[in-house]
C-alpha cells in the first residue's frame, strides 16, 4: 500500500498528465477551428479552373466586339490548357483556341531564387503543358528571373531551343529595362502585327524608375523590343493615353511593336482605382485574404458577378479602359488563383 507521500506524488503525476492532455486538445481545437474559419468559402460543386477558363473567355469575347484582332494572353496556370488538368489529358479546345498565347514565369530560371535554374521536375511538368498551348498554336512567352549574364544568356538559348520567346528579367520587380544583352537578343527592324510575328518582348509593369510619364515614353522608344507589357497607369491612377500608347508602338529603328497591357484578374489590389475605403475594415463578399507577399494584393472570389463587373462587361470596367487607350491586348495574370481555392 502506498504511503502519504508516494500518495500524493501519484496524484501530482496524474493531474499534471491530465493537464498536459487537456492542454494538447485544447491547441488541437483551436487549430481545427481556425484552419476552418480560415479556409476560403467555395460554393459546393463550383469548378474553379472551368470557371476561371470561362473568366478568360469571357474577357477575350467582350474585348473582340470592340476590336476584332484584341490579343488575350493569360499568365501561369498552365493547366488550364488540359481537360481534366493532366499534360496527357485532352485539350481544353475553347481555352486553347481562344487566347492568344501562355505566359509563364520562372520556366527555366526563378523557380525557387532568382538566378537559380529551376529545377528539372518543375522545368518539365511546365514544359509538358506549355508544349500542349503551342502545338495549340499558341505562342509561348517566357520570363525567367535571372541577373548574371551567363544565366540571361542561358535563358535566350534554352527558349529559343524550345521555340519559346523570353524575357530575362534581372529585376523581379520589372521596373527597369535590362543593359544585357545589347543588342537585345532577337532584335530586328520589322513592322509586327501579331503575336506569332514577335522575336522578344519588354516586361515592364512598375514604372517606379522613372520620373515622368515623358521618360518613360522616351526609354521605351529607345529599344527595339517586338512586344511590350506595361501597365495602364503610370504613377497614379490616370491611364496612359491612346496617344501615347500609339507612341509607343514605335521601335527605336523605325519598326512597330505591339504594346500589351497588364491586368491582374486573380487579386485585387488596394492602389489601383477601383478600391473603396471601407474595404479595408468591411470586405465586398468576393474579397478574401491578403497574399502574404505580395502586400496591397487581396485573393477574389474571381467567379462572382460583383468582382467581374469590375474586370470587364461595362463602360466603367477595368477593361474597357484598356481598350479606349488603344492596346493591342491584354496580358492577365493570376490565373492560377484557383490553387488558393483548392
Same mark, same amino acid.
Given at each position: 500500500?502506498?504511503?502519504?507521500?508516494?500518495?500524493?506524488?501519484?496524484?501530482?503525476?496524474?493531474?499534471?498528465?491530465?493537464?498536459?492532455?487537456?492542454?494538447? $486538445?485544447? *491547441?488541437?481545437? @483551436?487549430?481545427? =477551428?481556425? /484552419?476552418? &474559419?480560415?479556409?476560403?468559402? #467555395?460554393?459546393?460543386?463550383?469548378?474553379?479552373?472551368?470557371?476561371?477558363?470561362? $473568366?478568360? *473567355?469571357?474577357? @477575350?469575347?467582350? =474585348?473582340? /466586339?470592340? &476590336?476584332?484582332?484584341?490579343? #488575350?494572353?493569360?499568365?501561369?496556370?498552365?493547366?488550364?490548357?488540359?481537360?481534366?488538368?493532366?499534360?496527357?489529358?485532352?485539350?481544353?479546345?475553347?481555352?486553347?483556341?481562344?487566347?492568344?498565347?501562355?505566359?509563364?514565369?520562372?520556366?527555366?530560371?526563378?523557380?525557387?531564387?532568382?538566378?537559380?535554374?529551376?529545377?528539372?521536375?518543375?522545368?518539365?511538368?511546365?514544359?509538358?503543358?506549355?508544349?500542349?498551348?503551342?502545338?495549340?498554336?499558341?505562342?509561348?512567352?517566357?520570363?525567367?528571373?535571372?541577373?548574371?549574364h551567363d544565366n540571361?544568356?542561358?535563358?535566350?538559348t534554352k527558349n529559343?531551343?524550345?521555340?519559346?520567346?523570353?524575357?530575362?528579367?534581372?529585376?523581379?520587380?520589372?521596373?527597369?529595362?535590362?543593359?544585357?544583352?545589347?543588342?537585345?537578343?532577337?532584335?530586328?527592324?520589322?513592322?509586327?502585327?501579331?503575336?506569332?510575328?514577335?522575336s522578344n518582348f519588354?516586361?515592364?509593369?512598375?514604372?517606379?524608375?522613372?520620373?515622368?510619364?515623358?521618360?518613360?515614353?522616351?526609354?521605351?522608344?529607345?529599344?527595339?523590343?517586338?512586344?511590350?507589357?506595361?501597365?495602364?497607369?503610370?504613377?497614379?491612377?490616370?491611364?496612359?493615353?491612346?496617344?501615347?500608347?500609339?507612341?509607343?508602338?514605335?521601335?527605336?529603328?523605325?519598326?512597330?511593336?505591339?504594346?500589351?497591357?497588364?491586368?491582374?484578374?486573380?487579386?485585387?489590389?488596394?492602389?489601383?482605382?477601383?478600391?473603396?475605403?471601407?474595404?479595408?475594415?468591411?470586405?465586398?463578399?468576393?474579397?478574401?485574404?491578403?497574399?502574404?507577399?505580395?502586400?496591397?494584393?487581396?485573393?477574389?472570389?474571381?467567379?462572382?458577378?460583383?468582382?467581374?463587373?469590375?474586370?470587364?462587361?461595362?463602360?466603367?470596367?477595368?477593361?474597357?479602359?484598356?481598350?479606349?487607350?488603344?492596346?493591342?491586348?491584354?496580358?492577365?495574370?493570376?490565373?492560377?488563383?484557383?490553387?488558393?481555392?483548392?
Open positions: 500500500m502506498l504511503n502519504y507521500n508516494e500518495r500524493k506524488e501519484f496524484a501530482l503525476t496524474n493531474i499534471k498528465t491530465m493537464k498536459n492532455f487537456l492542454f494538447v $486538445l485544447l *491547441i488541437l481545437s @483551436a487549430l481545427l =477551428s481556425c /484552419s476552418k &474559419d480560415d479556409s476560403p468559402d #467555395v460554393p459546393e460543386g463550383i469548378d474553379l479552373r472551368q470557371e476561371m477558363r470561362g $473568366l478568360v *473567355i469571357n474577357i @477575350a469575347t467582350y =474585348s473582340r /466586339s470592340f &476590336d476584332h484582332d484584341f490579343m #488575350v494572353i493569360p499568365q501561369n496556370g498552365i493547366e488550364l490548357v488540359s481537360a481534366n488538368g493532366e499534360a496527357d489529358g485532352p485539350l481544353s479546345t475553347a481555352y486553347a483556341e481562344t487566347i492568344n498565347g501562355h505566359g509563364q514565369e520562372d520556366l527555366f530560371y526563378g523557380y525557387d531564387h532568382d538566378d537559380r535554374p529551376t529545377p528539372d521536375k518543375e522545368n518539365q511538368y511546365l514544359r509538358s503543358f506549355l508544349e500542349k498551348s503551342k502545338n495549340a498554336g499558341n505562342v509561348i512567352l517566357v520570363t525567367d528571373y535571372c541577373f548574371s540571361m544568356d542561358d535563358s535566350y529559343q531551343a524550345n521555340s519559346y520567346i523570353s524575357f530575362a528579367a534581372d529585376h523581379r520587380e520589372l521596373d527597369h529595362i535590362p543593359d544585357h544583352p545589347q543588342p537585345i537578343y532577337g532584335e530586328n527592324e520589322r513592322n509586327i502585327s501579331d503575336l506569332t510575328d514577335i519588354l516586361y515592364l509593369i512598375n514604372p517606379v524608375s522613372f520620373n515622368s510619364r515623358e521618360e518613360f515614353i522616351h526609354a521605351v522608344t529607345s529599344t527595339n523590343y517586338d512586344l511590350i507589357i506595361m501597365d495602364l497607369f503610370f504613377h497614379d491612377n490616370t491611364p496612359f493615353t491612346a496617344s501615347e500608347v500609339e507612341q509607343l508602338r514605335h521601335k527605336a529603328n523605325g519598326g512597330k511593336r505591339l504594346v500589351i497591357c497588364y491586368m491582374s484578374i486573380g487579386e485585387a489590389e488596394d492602389y489601383r482605382y477601383y478600391w473603396q475605403p471601407e474595404w479595408n475594415s468591411d470586405k465586398p463578399s468576393w474579397l478574401d485574404a491578403e497574399n502574404p507577399n505580395w502586400e496591397g494584393n487581396y485573393k477574389v472570389r474571381y467567379w462572382e458577378k460583383e468582382w467581374q463587373d469590375i474586370i470587364f462587361g461595362n463602360d466603367a470596367s477595368y477593361l474597357k479602359k484598356i481598350l479606349d487607350a488603344g492596346f493591342d491586348g491584354v496580358y492577365l495574370d493570376i490565373i492560377d488563383a484557383y490553387e488558393y481555392f483548392e
